[in-house]
C-alpha cells in the first residue's frame, strides 16, 4: 500500500475539500425547506384572518417573516452565500433589456435647441427605434440632409461636423458605459445574487437579476433617476390665491353639462357635498350651503377633484387617485398654465396619504420650480426605523459644500416648508424647526424598510447621465425554476443510470469501476463550482450530463488498450500498465481540444453558453482525474491482491 500512498492522501484531499465546499449548499437547501414551511403556515393563517387581503400586501408580509428569519439567524445567510449559486433559469427572477435613451442625453448636451432641433431629434428618435444605427449618426444625417451644420447646437464654430460627431459618439457611449457601473453599483447594494449585466449593440444593456420577482422594485432599482431636490413649499395664501386663479380659468371653459357628468362619475361629488360650507374657496360664496354637488363642480371644477385641507391649516390640496390624470391634464392647458406663475410647479406626493372609500388619497404641494438644493452634495444614505416613529425613514449625509448650504437654507426658512422630492415626486415636506448643521437629513415616507433601503442605494449609487428605457422584460417564476431543477436533476440521473448500466454490461468488473469514478466525477465538479462561488444554469446541468457520457471515454481507450495486450499474452499487471501509459496520449489530445473548445466559447459566448462552458471545462478536468487516477488505483490495488479483474 505504500506505493499508493501519495496517490489516495491526493483522493482523499479531493474528496473531503469537495464534500466541506458542497456542506453549506446542503445546509442552505434544508434552511430552504423550513423557511418555506413556516412561510407558508403563515401565509394560510393571514389568509386566514383576512380572506380579501391584496397580493401585494400578503407578499409584504410574508417577506417580511421571511426576513425576520434570516436577520435572527445570520448563518442562514452566511450560508447561502457560501453555497452554489442558482442562475435566473433555476430559482427564477428578471432578466430586463434596457436602452440608454441617448436622444436625452442629446437634449441635455444641445446649446439653445429650437423648435427645428426638437423636429429633427423626434425624427432621429423614431427612426432610431427601426434601426440599430448609432442616434448621434442618425441625428448628423438628418441635420446635413437639411443643410444645418452641428455646431449650430453642439461644440464651436471651428469644429467640423465629422469632430462633432466623433465627440458626441464618445459621449454617447460614455454613458452606456457609466449607466453600466451605476446599474451594477445599485444591484450589488440591493443584494443580488450573481447578476448579469452585459452590453448589447451600441445603446443597450442586458440585466439578469436572479431571485428577484417584484417587477416594480426592479425597475425603481435600474431606471431610477435619483434626482433629488430640495424645494420650498409655497405659503398658503399665495397657493389659494394661485387655485383659484386656475378653478376660474376652468370654470368658464368647462361646459355645465360636462361637469355635471363627471360629477355624477366622481367619488368626490359626496365629498363636494359634505364639505362645500367648510371649504375656503366656497366659503366666500354666500349660495354654497344650497349649492348642490353639480352645481358645485360646473362653478368650482378644480375644487372639485383637489379638494383642501376643511381646517385650513395648509394649502394642500388632497387628490383621489383615479383623479390624479384629470387633474394633471387641467393643469397642462394651455390657458391653465398663463395664469400659473412661472417660477413655482404642483407636485404629487409619492405616496398615497390615506384612503377613501377604498381609493388611495394623494397630496397635491405647490412649490417653487428652482430647488434649494440638490442630491449632487449627497455622500451617504442609510435606511433605517425612526425611533421616534417606528416608521423607516432614509439618513443622508452631504459633503462640506452641501453642509454650508443647508444650514444656510434652513436657517432662512425657519418656520417654513421644504418639500424632498425625488424624480418629481414629493416624499416629505417637513417645517423647518430650527437652523439644520452638520449636513444630515432625513427622508421619510417610504411604505416600508425595504422600500427606504431601495431608495437609499438609488440616492447613494448616484443619479444616471441619461433615462433608461425598458425594452423588453421576462419574469421567471420560482415554480418555472424548481420545475427546472427537477428536469435537469432526473436527465443527470437517467444519463448517469445508462452510461453506467452500458459500462458494467459491456466491461463487466472493469466498467463498475468506471461508474463508480463518474459518482466522483459529479463531486468534484459540484465542489468545484461552490468553491469558486460559480453559477449553475440550465446550460452548465447540460454541461454536466455532456460530461457524464464524456467521462468514461477514458476509460474506454484505457479499457480497449489493456484488452490489446492481454491479447498479446502479457500479464494482468503489465497489460494495465501498458494499456494506462499507451493511452494517455490519446486521452490527452482528445481532452485538449474539447478544453480549448470550452474556453473559446466561455470567452465569446454570452450568459446560457458560458454556463455550459464553464461545467464542461470543469467537468473535463474532473473526469480525467477519476480515470487517470482514482481508477487506476482501483486498478492496481485489485491487480496486486490478486483480485480477479475482467474487462468484457
Known amino acids: 500500500m505504500k506505493e499508493y500512498r501519495f496517490k489516495l492522501i491526493l483522493i482523499l484531499m479531493a474528496v473531503v475539500l469537495s464534500i466541506y465546499l458542497l456542506y453549506p449548499t446542503y445546509v442552505d437547501y434544508q434552511n430552504q425547506k423550513m423557511i418555506n414551511k413556516i412561510v407558508a403556515e403563515k401565509e394560510n393563517e393571514i389568509k386566514a384572518q383576512d380572506p380579501k387581503i391584496s397580493a401585494s400586501t400578503l407578499d409584504s408580509k410574508l417577506k417580511a417573516v421571511e426576513d425576520s428569519i434570516k436577520n435572527a439567524d445570520p448563518s442562514i445567510t452566511k450560508m447561502k452565500l457560501k453555497s452554489i449559486k442558482l442562475g435566473l433559469d433555476l430559482q427564477g427572477g428578471m432578466r430586463v433589456v434596457l436602452e440608454v435613451n441617448t436622444g436625452k442625453l442629446l437634449e441635455k448636451l444641445a446649446k439653445s435647441p429650437d423648435d427645428v432641433f426638437k423636429r429633427v431629434m423626434a425624427q432621429s428618435e423614431k427612426e432610431a427605434t427601426l434601426s440599430d444605427e448609432s442616434v448621434v449618426s442618425i441625428v448628423a444625417k438628418n441635420f446635413a440632409a437639411r443643410g444645418i451644420r452641428l455646431s449650430r447646437y453642439f461644440g464651436n464654430i471651428r469644429q467640423d461636423d465629422k469632430e462633432i460627431v466623433s465627440d458626441l459618439q464618445k459621449d454617447a457611449d460614455d454613458a452606456v458605459t457609466r449607466a453600466m457601473e451605476i446599474i451594477r453599483n445599485r444591484v450589488d447594494q440591493y443584494g443580488v445574487s450573481e447578476p448579469t449585466i452585459q452590453r448589447q449593440g451600441s445603446r443597450r444593456i442586458i440585466v439578469e437579476l436572479p431571485g428577484v420577482a417584484r417587477e416594480e422594485e426592479a425597475k425603481q432599482l435600474l431606471q431610477g433617476t435619483a434626482l433629488l431636490e430640495f424645494k420650498l413649499v409655497k405659503d398658503p395664501e399665495f397657493t389659494i390665491s394661485v387655485m383659484k386663479k386656475i378653478d376660474d380659468v376652468l370654470a368658464g371653459t368647462y361646459a355645465a353639462d360636462t361637469a355635471k357628468a363627471d360629477t355624477n362619475n366622481s367619488p368626490n361629488s359626496k365629498v363636494a357635498k359634505k364639505e362645500t360650507k367648510q371649504n375656503k374657496v366656497a366659503s366666500s360664496d354666500t349660495s354654497t350651503k344650497q349649492m348642490s354637488a353639480e352645481e358645485f363642480a360646473a362653478k368650482h371644477p378644480f375644487f372639485t377633484i383637489a379638494m383642501l385641507d376643511p381646517k385650513g391649516k395648509t394649502a394642500d390640496a388632497y387628490v383621489r387617485a383615479d383623479e390624479r390624470d384629470k387633474l394633471q391634464m387641467m393643469l397642462n392647458r394651455p390657458d391653465v398654465q398663463s395664469v400659473i406663475p412661472d417660477n413655482i410647479q404642483f407636485v404629487f406626493s409619492a405616496k398615497p396619504i390615506g384612503n377613501q372609500n377604498g381609493q388611495d388619497i394623494y397630496m397635491l404641494y405647490c412649490v417653487d420650480k428652482n430647488p434649494l438644493l440638490t442630491g449632487g452634495v449627497i455622500t451617504n444614505a442609510v435606511a433605517t426605523i425612526s425611533p421616534e416613529t417606528s416608521a423607516p425613514i432614509v439618513n443622508m449625509e452631504m459633503n462640506s459644500d452641501g453642509s454650508a448650504d443647508w444650514a444656510r437654507i434652513t436657517g432662512a426658512n425657519v418656520g417654513k416648508r421644504i418639500a424632498i422630492i425625488l424624480d418629481g415626486v414629493v416624499y416629505s415636506a417637513p417645517v423647518v424647526q430650527n437652523k439644520i448643521t452638520g449636513g444630515r437629513s432625513q427622508i421619510s415616507g417610504s411604505g416600508d424598510l425595504q422600500e427606504a433601503q431601495l431608495l437609499a442605494i438609488v440616492l447613494k449609487a448616484g443619479a444616471l447621465p441619461a433615462p433608461v428605457d425598458i425594452i423588453e422584460e421576462r419574469t421567471v417564476g420560482p415554480s418555472l425554476g424548481q420545475d427546472s431543477i427537477n428536469s435537469g436533476f432526473n436527465s443527470t440521473l437517467i444519463g448517469f443510470l445508462v452510461v453506467s448500466f452500458f459500462m458494467i454490461m459491456y ?114 478536468g474532473a473526469s480525467l482525474f477519476s480515470a487517470l487516477v482514482i481508477a487506476r488505483v482501483v486498478f492496481d490495488y485489485m491487480v496486486a491482491k490478486g483480485i480477479k479483474l475482467t474487462i468484457g
Do not use: C, H, W
Open 507 to 620: 466491461y463487466q468488473r472493469a466498467g463498475t469501476i468506471a461508474a463508480a469514478s463518474l459518482i466522483f466525477t459529479i463531486l468534484f465538479i459540484l465542489g468545484f463550482l461552490a468553491g469558486f462561488n460559480a453559477t449553475l444554469t440550465l446550460p452548465g446541468i447540460a454541461g454536466i450530463i455532456l460530461t457524464i457520457g464524456m467521462a468514461v471515454d477514458a476509460n474506454v481507450l484505457i479499457y480497449e488498450r489493456i484488452r490489446e495486450e492481454m491479447e498479446t499474452g502479457k500479464t494482468l499487471k503489465a497489460s494495465v500498465d501498458s494499456g494506462f501509459s499507451k493511452a494517455y496520449s490519446a486521452i490527452i489530445d482528445s481532452n485538449i481540444t474539447t478544453f480549448i473548445t470550452g474556453v473559446i466559447l466561455y470567452q465569446f459566448g454570452t450568459g446560457p453558453v458560458q454556463g455550459f462552458a464553464l461545467t464542461l471545462m470543469i467537468g473535463l
